[in-house]
């Protein structure tokens, strides 16, 4: 029998002579009256080795973390939500058969714990247990370092384990939620309404992606999960509602890496009579603030690299990034025949159909992309990758949008909307019939968008941001997956999961 076999053997034998005592070892009836968290400020006034005046019993539940035994007494640690308690236990305090149930007690149990605070003689805040009860036994072991997971992908597969014994992976999670509290604060003080559009959609739309498909029986029709949520946000515009938010799980059938899952969360919102550069300074308020909040600065280090947040931040068109960061000569960038002729000296590979539009961005993307590392708005995006954008009034080949990159990623991507249902068709067309084999293009355009927009949508400016990849930036995460609770990974190989036997006490009684 291997090591981990025995030990399972053993935690089931425990738990099979705790049932033979009488214990409930999953128990619904133990209310914890206190936390760690309110406990710990009553003992910023005791001397070591001395008790809490007036004999106040305090009731804890939480798991316990380690355990150090001396025969007729113990201390171990209790961790619930808000953090840990060290525990004391004494034979003559809680009597011997309590003491007997607390012998059988493993690291990783849950239970419940009554009694009175005092401090150690080396000053560490204690409860003196006087009942003691078990709510839930644990079978199987926490890893031998309990302080932290080391091994990548059992964090993200058992994230359940991961949040046992890892601090900084609850620390993300707080710091997560947080700043999606955040976001919404901003946005509701803004005068920004928040909406919930559909998640299953007949005509998939709103980005370039191949969408996930099922079907639906009772109306024998097809629907997509949704790639993004920006047609029927556009469409509560034309309703009447000028500023529209929504934070959302979208969904792209694509592979996945340290900046893509293939189910993530996305804040749009859309606010009328504004244009992409309102949204800019909105941005730029909207992420340095809340940096500020969470992390208590605007300077911060992203994987060993300085990030700079404060405002103001650097603002440049596609083709200035080409030439300032990319290296690319002015000249060069006005004739099609050498941006096609760098494109192929680069080995970046086009579809026939693409023009100077589409080679321009690859090339940013491949010479420009990761080297923006501080804060950088890049604007003036070619109409060719850019269908739902509107068109510069000055310069039709070129949209009014922006993409913010920071540490070499996307965080946001926004424009002023298209609003000229005429244009929009024409468009929709266009990438319809350039489609090719590209499945991330949908073959069908959404109609019913279009009608709206010939009731009339105001003027208009959008936009998407990132919300695990903004939590990356913030929390200092490496990838995605860091960040995200559950994320898809491949299937578990055969061995990888080990099924054992339910104990005695466990088991159902068979017919």
Partial sequence: MNKDNQILTQRREKADALAAMGVNLYSNSFKPTNSVKELQPKGEGLEPETAEPG??????????????????????????????????LQRDTLGEDQFNVFKKWDIGD?????????????????????????ISKSLRPLPEKWHGLTDVETRYRQRYVDLIVTPESRDIFRKRVEIIRLVREYLNDQNFMEVETPMMQPVPGGATAKPFKTHHKALDMDLYLRIAPELYLKRLLVGGFDRVFEINRNFRNEGLSTRHNPEFTMLEFYQAYATYHDLMDLTEDLISSICQKVNGTMQIVYQGAEVNLAPPWRRLTMDEALVQIGGVEASLLADEEQVFALVRQKGIKLEEQAGIGKAKTELFELLVEEKLIDPTFITSYPTEVSPLARRNEQDPTVTDRFELFITGREIANAFSELNDPVDQLQRFEKQINERGEDEEVHPVLDADYVRALEYGMPS????????????????????????????????????????????????????
């Fill in 110 to 134: 849950i239970v419940g714990v009554e009694g009175t605070l005092f401090k150690t003689k080396t000053g560490e805040l204690s409860v003196l247990a006087a009942k003691i009860t078990m």
């Fill in 460 to 511: 208009a400016a959008g936009e998407g941001i990132g919300i695990d990849r903004l939590v990356m930036l913030l929390t200092d995460a490496p990838s995605i997956r860091d960040v995200i609770l559950f994320p898809h990974l491949k299937p578990e190989t055969r061995g990888q999961v080990k099924g054992q036997a339910a104990p005695a006490c466990c088991r159902k009684t068979e017919a």
């Fill in 55 to 88: 004999n106040v019993s305090y009731s804890l539940a939480g798991r316990v973390m380690s355990m150090r035994k001396f025969g007729k007494a113990a201390f171990c640690h209790l961790a619930d939500a808000s953090g840990q308690m060290q525990i004391y």
